[in-house]
């Protein structure tokens, strides 16, 4: 009745143990390709030339200007032509909204936080002193 009972027992652990190195061999395989992701993020984070034309007004035009553009602006902010946007550097609001930092709305307002990236470009960009380049 036992010896039975035991090949049906060791089959059930063999195969327990399959299905858990099937997930261990899933799970690192997941692990290894999030750090691929994570390496080509960091590799084509360009901190160095940053300019207003190249990097900071196309990130204005692709994340804020739908709401804060010629044809709708909120709070009366506008981030189309330089000087708008240098305006909001030298107060410390454009840092400050997009950082989510307290007192100033969390910018974009609607879109996740802008990426690491993205807001090194344009701490650097207001750091540099806002050039219109
Ligand atoms: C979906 C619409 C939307 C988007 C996109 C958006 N904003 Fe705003 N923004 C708002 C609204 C609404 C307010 C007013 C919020 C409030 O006062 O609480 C605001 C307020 C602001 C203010 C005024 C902050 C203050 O201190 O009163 C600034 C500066 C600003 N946004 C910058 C930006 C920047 C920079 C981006 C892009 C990174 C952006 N916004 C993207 C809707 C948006």
């Given at each position: 009745?036992?010896?039975?009972?035991?090949?049906?027992?060791?089959g059930?652990?063999?195969?327990?143990?399959?299905?858990?190195?099937?997930?261990?061999?899933?799970?690192?395989?997941?692990?290894?390709?999030?750090?691929?992701?994570?390496?080509?993020?960091?590799?084509?984070c360009?901190?160095?030339?940053?300019?207003?034309?190249?990097?900071?007004?196309p990130?204005?035009?692709?994340?804020?200007?739908?709401?804060?553009?010629?044809?709708?602006?909120?709070?009366?902010?506008?981030?189309?032509?330089?000087?708008?946007?240098?305006?909001?550097?030298?107060?410390?609001?454009?840092?400050?909204?997009?950082?989510?930092?307290?007192?100033?709305?969390?910018?974009?307002?609607?879109?996740p936080?802008?990426?690491?990236?993205?807001i090194?470009?344009?701490?650097?960009?207001?750091?540099?002193?806002?050039?219109?380049?």
């Open positions: 009745m036992f010896s039975r009972h035991i090949p049906r027992v060791l059930g652990a063999a195969l327990l143990a399959l299905v858990a190195s099937a997930g261990l061999g899933v799970s690192s395989c997941a692990y290894q390709n999030e750090q691929e992701l994570f390496a080509g993020e960091q590799l084509s360009d901190t160095v030339s940053v300019t207003y034309r190249g990097t900071i007004a990130l204005m035009a692709q994340h804020c200007q739908r709401c804060h553009g010629p044809t709708r602006a909120e709070s009366g902010v506008v981030v189309t032509a330089h000087h708008d946007v240098q305006t909001l550097g030298r107060t410390g609001q454009l840092l400050g909204v997009i950082q989510h930092k307290p007192g100033y709305p969390a910018m974009p307002d609607d879109e936080m802008l990426s690491e990236c993205d090194n470009k344009v701490k650097k960009w207001v750091r540099a002193g806002m050039p219109d380049n």
